[in-house]
């Protein structure tokens, strides 16, 4: 099988650890990885501040660099749901202010093409055993997009059961907000800083040695206060420890 | 609306420093944890609660479409059952209904029954430039109206006051409004509801003239439908001889046999009982008329648009319209629970208060522009309204207005220089490659604007060695090989800091 | 223009690009319970009203007189508000109480009522999903009034004919132009730290005799 991956923006710059480690857990499942180079951001930050014709672009383009794939592989909840949530809001938009069917058309054939990648190994590959080895003290947080828009209910939780010599503790208050909300954190930054300090706080409570997550934009503004804290906890998105075995296991270290 | 929110900063401003108020913090996440635990109880009761949200969704865009038609229903059977009905235009137009009905009276106090539509236009305010005093029955209402304080939270507006602050308020203040509160008053919840109703009382035996909302209105009917708890409702609709209700033209509802779906979520959703304790139903003077003895001799309604119209007109945001108060948004909000309610500067705070006034008031006060921003878009405020709001989308819609007014050149500026970049992707790989080659010289915290507001609370990222796309380019042309090493393709360039000893190989 | 037709226009207005909305289907349950278990429904409606604190009796016909007798006993009240309609054999061993009955003709105010400790009444229907009595001022019920001021209201159910299992039931046997008044246990408020407490201004303990 061959799929694209949608990297995302924030991954590709300054994350690029989810993205190699989705590209190495795909490969060794057995699918045909490929990265077109032209792709670059949903336009989610653009549309989220009040700024929709600004994503439109964003739209066509996600729309054109992705148009021959079966499947868009992305390891962000977010960027998913931007895609299968608000897509088809733009083109209805457009068409509502009669600007044509160009975007409605180009929501429609990618939207439903847009995988999550815990979707993707779940629902298309139907693994929940991937083979993957991390002995660590893990929590998980499911970020809101995920949790709420795409619903992808228990298979991160699943995926991660099925890890060797994980232990997985339970979150409290896992589905709560962990603030970031994109420009939120800087148009809110006082609450948004309150509700990661008491996700840092619910995530350090459980003993937990890393606090992982399926959308690192969620996990840079958590890593910010983390390490603003000196607190004993590293962040790490989900497809690191699926892509972690024992003959290659995770490794710290400065990314890529 | 009421003059007691002018001037009201902007959102961030406000709920800096709730966020620095232990207190109101311990208070909120209190109640807010109290009450959301139970809701997911008395909802996970009916296992048909998917389909009575659809069906209490439809309803209310029916009505909503044919809001003419079931308005002109419900004036004709109120009518005929020997009630008035009013239209009032704006919030002046209602208070001056009000007042000039109040004045005909000859009496100089109302009692109150709880009611958004009457916060949202000052009527108290109102009435007392008329020489009219309005005294708040409901518990908490009396404790904001006692502490000369301003509601924060649609069913409780004294939600940011815990039992010890109740009881000093009603010690210090009681005695200035009637009868003083008991000696020895200790912050027992009982104590401090026999406190108020043994303060209360006196007035429920007097008034002659009371002042209500309604949560619903059935148009085929003309029935009038307030829920409570306390028994101050049925004190004031029954009691007194004369009844005006002020009410918001969307709170009606087509048919008798709708109550069956909104009478099933509204108190699941709002206290999270099964049916709160009492419900009265009143339709005009009732079947014999002012003759039969049972509750008023005169009713009028006043209904009310104060914005509401415009609000319809929008496609996207009339859905808020379908708000029936619950205020289970507000209780599983993030923001509402440590910003608290008066950031939101109007009587709805919450998620529903940050689509609901920007749409009745306009953008156009600092606060107002602010309140769409004041969300992280989580859902969660989506996920249990019962009437199916999708709050983040009408949020979103608002940003948009929003964004398009003066003030947000440098914004728009970044975010059309972002779309730019986006939309060149060989300078976005070579702007990435910069930005990490230079990345020895990026400091962990920023002084000013955005970047500024990220690192009071959070260090900057620390960028990678090289983006993804330039892994990618080796990688590709790598031969496809056994299992590789993840993400570690470079040895760490820089020392770590001390966290987990398990978590260094 | 007058503000009704301003309103009206506006509404006409901002509606006339308005697709129409989907249809309402009614798709969600008559009843969460089987109906058809009449002594199922009954026990329901015992248990939620006691779980809102109502204080649930049981008794049969010829018990109810000593039953009424020994609640109001009970209460220690001196004073029993007497609605028009109420069977008068209900009362009949109330022994020492003061029979302050509301007629039309000499209405009792609510004055009055404060000084009166107890009401009996009877009720329209209860509801057992939502452990609700529902009171709609017919024979044995009166006045809206009669069961707000005093402090004690001892409500009886006749359960062979009263009591419905759900709401999508109840309403159908309503009648809406009657002054309604719902009661789901006593007087209660979440209003400090959104905890539940009972008794504020209603009555502040609710006796529901269920009659067999």
Redesign the interface.
């Known amino acids: 099988m061959r799929v694209a991956l949608f990297a995302t923006c924030v991954n590709d710059a300054v994350l690029p650890r989810a993205a190699i480690a989705t590209v190495r857990l795909l490969e060794r499942l057995g699918v045909e990885v490929d990265f077109p180079e032209q792709q670059s951001c949903c336009g989610q930050p653009q549309f989220n501040t009040g700024y929709r014709l600004l994503t439109e672009p964003l739209v066509l383009r996600m729309a054109r660099v992705f148009e021959t794939y079966p499947y868009v592989v992305t390891p962000s909840g977010s960027c998913a749901a931007m895609v299968r949530d608000n897509y088809p809001r733009i083109g209805a938009k457009a068409r509502a202010e009669d600007r044509g069917e160009e975007l409605a058309e180009a929501a429609a054939s990618l939207a439903p093409r847009v995988v999550e990648l815990t979707e993707f190994l779940v629902d298309v590959l139907g693994v929940t055993d991937v083979g993957a080895h991390f002995p660590h003290r893990v929590t998980y947080h499911p970020s809101c997009h995920g949790l709420r828009v795409l619903g992808l209910g228990t298979r991160p939780l699943a995926l991660l059961r099925a890890v060797k010599d994980l232990e997985l503790l339970e979150l409290p208050g896992a589905e709560e907000c962990c603030g970031f909300g994109g420009t939120f954190a800087v148009k809110n930054p006082d609450v948004s800083a309150a509700m990661g300090a008491d996700k840092v706080a619910a995530a350090l409570s459980t003993g937990a040695q890393v606090l992982c997550g399926a959308d690192n934009s969620c996990l840079l503004h958590l890593d910010g206060m983390v390490r603003r804290r000196h607190a004993p906890l590293r962040t790490v998105h989900l497809a690191e420890i699926l892509a972690a075995t024992e003959t290659t296991p995770w490794r710290p270290g400065s990314p890529a | 609306m009421s003059s007691a929110y002018l001037g009201m900063p902007a959102?961030?401003q406000a709920?800096?420093a709730a966020?620095?108020d232990a207190r109101l913090?311990a208070?909120l996440r209190?109640?807010?944890h109290?009450?959301r635990d139970k809701r997911a109880r008395a909802v996970g009761?009916?296992?048909?609660w998917a389909?009575?949200r659809?069906?209490g969704r439809?309803?209310k865009?029916?009505t909503?479409?044919h809001?003419?038609v079931y308005?002109?229903q419900l004036e004709e059977r109120v009518t005929s059952?020997g009630g008035t009905v009013h239209?009032?235009?704006d919030a002046a137009?209602a208070n001056r209904i009000v007042a000039e009905l109040v004045r005909a009276t000859g009496e100089s106090e109302v009692v109150k029954v709880k009611s958004m539509a009457t916060q949202e236009i000052g009527l108290n305010e109102a009435l007392a430039e008329a020489g009219v005093t309005a005294y708040e029955?409901?518990?908490?209402e009396l404790?904001v109206q006692l502490g000369d304080d301003l509601p924060s939270h649609i069913?409780?507006p004294?939600?940011h006051r815990?039992?010890g602050e109740?009881r000093d308020i009603f010690v210090e203040r009681m005695a200035r409004w009637g009868r003083p509160a008991p000696e020895g008053l200790t912050d027992r919840?009982?104590d401090?509801?026999?406190a108020?109703?043994l303060h209360?009382?006196e007035k429920?035996?007097r008034a002659k003239v009371a002042v209500s909302g309604a949560n619903f209105m059935?148009a085929e009917?003309g029935?009038l439908v307030v829920v409570e708890?306390?028994?101050?409702g049925?004190?004031c609709l029954?009691?007194p001889q004369t009844l005006i209700s002020v009410v918001g033209?969307e709170k009606v509802l087509p048919t008798?046999?709708d109550?069956?779906?909104f009478?099933?979520f509204l108190p699941r959703s709002s206290?999270a009982?099964?049916?709160?304790?009492?419900?009265?139903?009143?339709?005009g003077l009732?079947?014999g008329g002012a003759a039969?003895?049972?509750?008023p001799r005169a009713f009028h309604l006043v209904?009310l648009?104060n914005g509401r119209?415009?609000t319809?007109?929008d496609?996207i945001g009339?859905q808020v319209l379908r708000c029936i108060r619950c205020s289970a948004c507000l209780?599983v909000c993030?923001?509402y629970e440590?910003?608290g309610g008066h950031a939101y500067g109007s009587p709805y705070p919450g998620p529903i208060g940050a689509v609901l006034t920007p749409q009745l008031r306009g953008t156009g006060s600092e606060v107002d522009a602010s309140l769409?921003?004041?969300?992280?878009?989580?859902?969660?405020c989506?996920?249990v309204c019962p009437v199916a709001i999708d709050i983040p989308?009408v949020l979103?819609h608002l940003?948009?207005?929003?964004?398009?007014q003066p003030g947000h050149a440098a914004?728009?500026a970044a975010?059309?220089a972002?779309?730019w970049?986006?939309?060149h992707?060989a300078a976005?790989?070579a702007a990435?490659r910069t930005?990490s080659a230079t990345r020895a010289l990026h400091p962990r915290t920023l002084p000013l604007g955005?970047?500024g507001?990220?690192?009071?609370?959070?260090?900057?990222?620390?960028?990678?060695?090289?983006?993804?796309?330039t892994?990618?380019k080796r990688?590709?042309a790598e031969p496809?090989a056994a299992?590789?090493?993840?993400?570690?393709?470079?040895?760490?360039?820089?020392p770590?800091?001390?966290?987990?000893p398990?978590?260094?190989? | 223009m007058t503000s009704r037709d301003a309103i009206l226009d506006r509404i006409r207005a901002a509606l006339a690009a308005a697709p129409e909305p989907e249809p309402v289907v009614r798709d969600y349950r008559v009843a969460h319970v089987p109906v058809d278990d009449h002594a199922a429904v009954v026990d329901l409606l015992a248990g939620n009203l006691a779980d809102y604190r109502a204080h649930v009796h049981r008794c049969t016909e010829p018990e109810l007189p000593g039953l009424l007798a020994r609640l109001l006993a009970d209460h220690g009240s001196r004073s029993v508000a007497v609605p028009p309609g109420l069977p008068a054999s209900w009362l009949a061993q109330a022994d020492g109480v003061e029979r302050v009955p509301d007629d039309a003709e000499a209405p009792l105010t609510a004055q009055r009522l404060d000084g009166v400790d107890s009401v009996v009444t009877g009720c329209r229907l209860a509801i057992a999903e939502t452990g609700t009595l529902v009171l709609d001022a017919g024979p044995g019920q009166g006045r809206r009034v009669l069961t707000l001021v005093p402090d004690h209201h001892v409500c009886v159910v006749d359960t062979a004919r009263q009591v419905v299992a759900s709401l999508p039931q109840a309403l159908p046997r309503l009648d809406p132009t009657r002054p309604l008044t719902w009661i789901s246990g006593p007087s209660a408020t979440s209003d400090i730290e959104l905890d539940r407490v009972e008794g504020v201004h209603g009555p502040r303990t609710l006796d529901v005799v269920l009659l067999a």
Not at chain 2, 399 to 404: G, L, P
């Open positions: 959102f961030p709920a800096k966020t620095q913090r208070n209190r109640a807010t109290t009450i009761e009916l296992d048909d389909a009575l659809e069906a439809r309803i865009d029916q909503l479409r809001l003419d308005l002109l059952a239209w009032a235009a137009e029955t409901d518990l908490a404790i069913l409780v004294a939600i815990n039992r109740i919840p009982a401090l509801a026999e108020a109703r209360l009382r429920f035996l059935i009917t029935t708890s306390e028994g101050n049925r004190m029954t009691l033209i008798w046999q109550l069956e779906v009478l099933q206290t009982e099964r049916m709160n304790p009492y419900t009265t139903m009143w339709t009732g079947p039969d003895g049972d509750g209904l648009d119209t415009d319809l007109a496609e009339r209780n993030p923001v440590r910003a769409p921003f004041a969300s992280s878009l989580c859902g969660a989506y996920e989308e979103v940003r948009e207005q929003v964004a398009a914004e728009r975010m059309r972002a779309t970049l986006f939309e992707p976005l790989a990435e930005a955005p970047a507001a990220w690192t009071q609370a959070r260090d900057l990222p620390r960028l990678p060695a090289e983006p993804f796309r892994w990618w990688h590709r496809p299992p590789q090493s993840t993400g570690t393709s470079q040895p760490p360039t820089t770590q800091p001390p966290t987990t398990e978590s260094t190989p």
